[in-house]
């Protein structure tokens, strides 16, 4: 099996950061399998900085990593990711972990277009349907989440906190949350039924 067990290993960590401009071109990565479950910074992109990344498809992901645990990436840094998605089980053993994203450390970075149909579950806390810690500076607009999500503590629908959301949703039954943020409410993201979530006059009545 693949690095003993442990499967892919995660592009970019804070010691060698990935950089590179991706555009995945509408393509699918399928069964993307990462079982690290002593390290941080985890997910296809475990840390990022500074580069776009567009039109890529994560699916069936099986991901579990010691924080800062996302499904598409682990940490952003001036990172700008536009339609892009993933779908399948995101586990973190410690806090900090997103469907789509954990959070961000340094630059500002911003996310749109995208979703995420991730399970996420969490041991301890910061547990997020999209995002999980979120932080200063990170920017999301018109995205999704609609996996269940679980954790240990401070754990909620679509995010943590810290965070400007526009125009963006979290399905509160398929979530099993009716909380968008775990630190009280979240602007600009609204919890939606299943139904809600697949009728086109939500989104284009948000504009």
């Known amino acids: 099996t693949l690095d ?22 509408g393509h699918v990565i399928s069964g993307l399998f990462i079982n690290r479950p ?4 985890v997910g296809f992109i475990g ?22 645990v996302g499904g598409f990436i682990g940490r952003a840094n001036g990172v700008t990711i536009e339609k892009c998605y993933s779908t399948g089980t995101v586990h973190s053993n410690g806090d900090y972990v997103g469907g789509f994203i954990d959070g961000i450390e340094g630059s500002a970075s911003t996310i749109s277009n995208c979703y995420s149909h991730c399970n996420v579950t969490g041991s301890k806390g910061a547990v997020g349907g999209f995002y999980g810690t979120g932080g200063g500076g990170l920017t999301i607009t018109n995205c999704y989440s609609a996996g269940s999500v679980s954790g240990g503590w401070m754990y909620a629908g679509f995010g943590g906190f810290n965070s400007a959301v526009q125009n963006s949703f979290w399905d509160t039954e398929t979530s099993g949350q009716t909380n968008g943020q ?3 409410a979240l602007p600009g993201v609204s919890g939606l039924t299943t ?4 009728t086109v006059s939500t989104y284009a009545d948000a504009g």
């Open 182 to 184: 775990y630190q009280g």
């Open 4 to 25: 003993g067990g442990a499967g892919f290993t995660p592009l970019g960590n804070t010691t060698t950061k990935f950089e590179a401009n991706y555009d995945g071109g």
């Open 47 to 68: 840390y990022g900085k500074g580069q776009i990344i567009r039109n890529l498809g994560l699916e069936n992901v099986d991901i579990t990593g010691n924080g800062k």
């Open 195 to 198: 139904s809600q979530m697949q």
């Open 38 to 41: 002593t390290q941080s910074y």
